[in-house]
């Protein structure tokens, strides 16, 4: 029997990223109407930058467990209202629904707007109001399951047969579902439908005539939800990495990821420097996974809220669903050829930083997700999943992955939604829609689907994204602000077609150097290199304090300069080149990884965007150190200079060495 070992239990299996905290409370009977919002401190700690009243205000929407009941037991929905930074801000705000289902949009968006280089805030002219979903992270009651992180820490570091791992996975669900039980959560009450009720009555409770509703993911569906149910409060729809009512994407998720992987693979082939540096990407993944199930490898990966470090077990399964998951961000599809080639040699340095984010996510609530996709989704068997037509890994992992959500839906019992719910939604509420070639869980075909039934959809590609083309893509975000200030117009999409698609990393990309990563993670050991180069670099600029003051000291005690020559001269003119050169290799490099970090950058896991002026400068160094050492080298020959002049353009050359050699040990002054 093949052994197959996961970083995240058997809920890699179901590609979900899971998440546990221990927020949870009791429905209780209301203490004030139902329906009202009550202002409050915000319940999260605030971005950087942040200031409560100035930036965003907080409070507690309260309503009905069950709208149906609207005297019976109530829930507290989390609320965070961003402020525009408009001078008139629209009266109509834009509201935010996070995917998932069970992602935090608080704890998402307000990282995401408050980030440094964050365009959102600075182009709407609305309102940004976020709130946590029923049942999310900070939603009282909240259905994290922190049972499942407790399952992830036990047996990280243990190798297990599918088996084995699926069966502790279903035990620990049988247990938050056991413990949310006991504490009188009617698990039923936390479904799309309840969750569109909770958007009317948000805007309801905060006066609001009409909204502009955002959603990603999941949110695309409960937006939809709130078109069928709730039409008379929306004056547009926003739906990005769309899920039709129509479609259940779990029986589709393996043909929508075999799809992705077939446009990586293609887009890999039409760019020279990707196809010339992973000539058998394919292959090579394939080969990657079947060895990693043989021969499973051992990562370190660190938990940075506790602090402790795991030597975990990652097997070619379990190897192919990170490559999932990481395709779902934009910003790392270029990275994911290279993630591929290293890992046939076994470095697993990028991932190392990459699967603490999905293993210990805290934020997801994995109660909330059974509760609103078994209560919709789960009306399938798996033999309705296309798996005969994709790739045997994805076909095996997809074939469990149905399997694990029927297991898991037979120990949640909720109550299943009407069959209306799986309606296609016919609306004319004016709607942009937003696709990504790359997004490996909801294809753009899912977008085309869902707007055959909108009459004023708009529908756009774009050719560089994974999931969810909001922030991630400067155009989506100007074709977002140009749709609300006028969702009666198409927008324009010109931004579309200059765009060329992912920009992969290669070595006709990037120049490769580990500095990058260093300065990144502010690994002491790995800056090294880069710590040569500037104390070799302080010593070369010494010479621009030196000769002012040796013409100083002329001056004042009258002493004549020597006498000049050509070689000299140009000696000197050499070393003002060579410090100019390094200065601006420094400031080009802090300069570019915070930028690459600003912008979340996967290229700076790797080294630095190659460009001419980069090349130029690096090579400038070694050439004006050569040119130095002749100088050098005459000036004992011919007499330039006096004694303690020669001595010290002869350190100058040192430095000039130190310089080009610390480039060259990180790896800069490879061709």
Same mark, same amino acid.
């Given at each position: 029997m093949k052994e197959s070992v996961k970083p995240v239990?058997?809920?890699?299996?179901?590609?979900?990223?899971?998440?546990?905290? $221990?927020?949870?409370?009791?429905?209780?009977?209301?203490?004030?109407?139902?329906?009202?919002?009550?202002?409050?401190?915000?319940?999260?700690? #605030?971005?950087?930058?942040?200031?409560?009243?100035?930036?965003?205000?907080c409070g507690w929407l309260q309503v009905p467990e069950r709208h149906a009941q609207p005297d019976g037991p109530t829930i507290r929905l989390a609320v965070a209202i961003i402020k525009s930074r408009a001078s008139n801000p629209k009266p109509d705000p834009l509201v935010m629904l996070q995917g998932g289902p069970g992602g935090s949009t608080i704890d998402t968006y307000t990282q995401i707007l408050f980030a440094s280089g964050s365009r959102l805030r600075d182009m709407l002219d609305h309102d940004i109001i976020l709130f946590d979903q029923r049942g999310a992270l900070y939603a009282e009651p909240s259905l994290v399951c922190q049972e499942q992180l407790e399952l992830v820490e036990r047996t990280i570091e243990q190798r297990l047969t599918y088996e084995e791992s699926n069966q502790l996975s279903l035990e620990a669900a049988a247990a938050c579902r056991q413990r949310l039980a006991d504490e009188r959560i009617d698990l039923s009450a936390f479904n799309s439908v309840e969750n569109a009720a909770d958007v009317a009555a948000l805007a309801r409770a905060l006066g609001y005539e009409k909204i502009n509703?955002?959603?990603?993911?999941?949110?695309? #569906? $409960?937006?939809?939800?709130?078109?069928?149910d709730h039409p008379d409060i929306l004056r547009s729809v926003v739906l990005d990495a769309v899920v039709p009512t129509s479609v259940n994407y779990l029986v589709e998720a393996p043909r929508s990821q075999d799809r992705a992987y077939t446009e990586l693979f293609n887009a890999c082939a039409a760019d020279a420097g990707c196809q010339a540096a992973y000539p058998n990407l394919e292959q090579s993944l394939i080969t990657t996974i079947e060895r990693l199930n043989r021969e499973p490898a051992r990562?370190?990966?660190?938990?940075?809220?506790?602090?402790?470090?795991?030597?975990?077990? $990652?097997?070619?399964?379990?190897?192919?669903?990170?490559?999932?998951q990481i395709m779902y961000a934009s910003s790392f599809i270029p990275a994911v050829p290279r993630i591929i080639d290293d890992a046939t040699r076994n470095n697993f340095r990028v991932l190392e930083r990459v699967l603490p984010i999905i293993v210990f996510d805290r934020t997801f609530s994995l109660g909330m997700h059974y509760s609103v996709i078994c209560a919709e989704d789960a009306d399938f068997s798996p033999e309705d999943a296309p798996i005969q037509e994709v790739r045997p890994f994805i076909a095996l992992d997809g074939r469990r992955g149905l399997e694990g959500y029927l297991e898991r839906c037979n120990i949640w019992q909720v109550d299943q939604l009407e069959p209306v719910v799986d309606a296609p939604v016919v609306s004319d509420i004016p709607t942009l829609v937003l696709s990504g070639r790359f997004d490996p869980i909801t294809p753009p075909e899912f977008g085309d689907i869902a707007a055959r039934t909108l009459s004023r959809a708009y529908v756009y590609t774009f050719p560089d994204i994974g999931h969810g083309a909001v922030s991630a893509s400067a155009c989506a975000d100007a074709i977002l602000k140009a749709f609300l200030d006028n969702p009666a117009q198409r927008p324009d999409s010109s931004c579309i077609v200059e765009s060329a698609g992912p920009r992969f990393i290669s070595p006709a990309t990037v120049i490769f150097t580990p500095t990058t990563f260093a300065l990144a993670t502010l690994d002491a050991a790995g800056l090294a290199p880069l710590s040569a180069?500037?104390?070799?670099?302080?010593? #070369? $600029?010494?010479?621009?304090?030196?000769?002012?003051?040796?013409?100083?000291?002329?001056?004042?005690?009258?002493k004549q300069a020597p006498e000049t020559s050509v070689g000299a001269t140009t000696a000197r003119w050499l070393v003002v080149l060579?410090?100019?050169?390094?200065?601006?290799?420094?400031?080009?490099?802090?300069a570019t990884i915070v930028q690459l970090a600003i912008a979340n950058d996967a290229t700076i896991f790797y080294g630095l965007p190659r460009s001419a002026t980069l090349v130029a400068t690096i090579w400038t160094i070694p050439a004006s150190t050569l040119a130095i050492l002749v100088c050098v080298a005459l000036s004992w020959a011919r007499q330039w200079w006096s004694g303690i002049g020669r001595v010290y353009y002869s350190l100058l050359g040192l430095s000039a060495i130190v310089c080009t050699a610390s480039l060259a040990w990180m790896g800069m002054l490879r061709v």
């Open positions: 239990a058997a809920l890699l299996i179901i590609l979900l990223l899971t998440a546990t905290a $221990l927020l949870t409370a009791t429905p209780v009977r209301a203490a004030s109407p139902a329906g009202v919002f009550q202002p409050s401190a915000c319940m999260f700690e #605030l971005p950087v930058g942040a200031v409560e009243g100035r930036d965003l205000e509703l955002y959603g990603v993911s999941y949110g695309t #569906l $409960l937006a939809q939800h709130v078109m069928r990562i370190p990966i660190t938990d940075d809220e506790t602090g402790r470090t795991y030597n975990a077990v $990652l097997d070619g399964d379990s190897f192919a669903n990170v490559i999932f180069f500037v104390g070799g670099l302080f010593l #070369l $600029l010494s010479a621009w304090v030196i000769w002012p003051l040796a013409w100083l000291f002329r001056r004042i005690t009258g060579a410090g100019v050169a390094g200065v601006a290799f420094v400031v080009m490099t802090v």
